[in-house]
């Protein structure tokens, strides 16, 4: 290859805006894939409008189910694994993919189906290891601040060339994602404490409605998120 045009790749490939437009385009792609499959299932399922309670799905649709939503989070980790070197910064890449899939799922999904008609409109939003439900407008926030978080990094990366994590920051952050994960599941479990239901392979019972999100929990999570973000902020402002 002629010397320039090398010289010229190396720099479009080390370029994190570049990185950012493709890795961004992915996670858009990867938006409307999933949007259309979700299409496709509720004009299978719910011809007549989604709402809870879910309808009772086979096993086996509903493995396919568990099997597509853990093929998607392992695209998303290889999306930031290929973006970059440096474990932080594919971290950076793996939450920013993450959050600009998750923010076009929604989009696309009211561009082909108008749902949902408000962002306080329940979700089902995950199923491994027991359902995750809450309002629409609650993923949304998380990669919002997701995207902050990556963007910090990234901006870091390129003025100081060194950026990381102190271990304090990984904990408030690996704590803030924990106490997420249960304000999403924490009505489900309520439910299965309450009925003494027993729960089915990574699908909520045929007769669980949604009851309560807890916002309480929620906002403690984003809370310890934007500590992590603005601690990291301040120790990279001064280091530049």
């Known amino acids: 290859m002629d010397p320039f045009l090398h010289h010229k790749a190396n720099n479009l490939n080390n370029n994190p805006g570049w990185i950012l437009l493709w890795t961004g385009l992915f996670a858009l792609a990867m938006g409307y894939m999933e949007s259309a499959v979700v299409v496709y299932l509720r004009t299978i399922f719910y011809p007549e409008g ?14 396919t189910e568990i099997i597509r939503e853990a093929a998607t989070i392992i695209m998303l980790v290889c999306t930031g ?44 939003l995950f199923l491994i290891p027991v359902a995750w439900t809450g309002p629409v407008i609650a993923p949304v926030i998380n990669s919002l601040t997701m995207i902050l978080l990556a963007g910090s990094i990234i901006r870091a990366e390129h003025l100081t060339g060194n950026p990381k994590l102190t271990g304090r920051e990984w904990i408030t952050l690996i704590v803030g994602s924990v106490v997420t994960i249960v304000a999403y599941t924490h009505d489900y479990l309520k439910y299965l404490i309450r009925t003494q239901a027993t729960p089915e392979f990574g699908l909520p019972s045929a007769d669980y409605i949604p009851q309560d999100f ?16 603005f601690s990291f902020y301040r120790r990279m402002r001064l280091k530049h």
């Open 50 to 63: 989604f709402s809870f309670p879910l309808k009772a799905l086979s096993p086996e649709i509903g493995i």
């Open 81 to 124: 694994v290929i973006a970059a070197k440096k474990p932080v910064i594919r971290f950076a890449y793996f939450i920013y993919a993450f959050a600009i899939w998750d923010i076009f799922y929604y989009l696309f999904l009211y561009l082909l189906i108008g749902w949902p008609s408000s962002l306080l409109e329940w979700d089902i």
């Open 214 to 229: 807890n916002w309480w929990l929620f906002s403690l999570g984003e809370l310890l998120f934007f500590a992590t973000l």
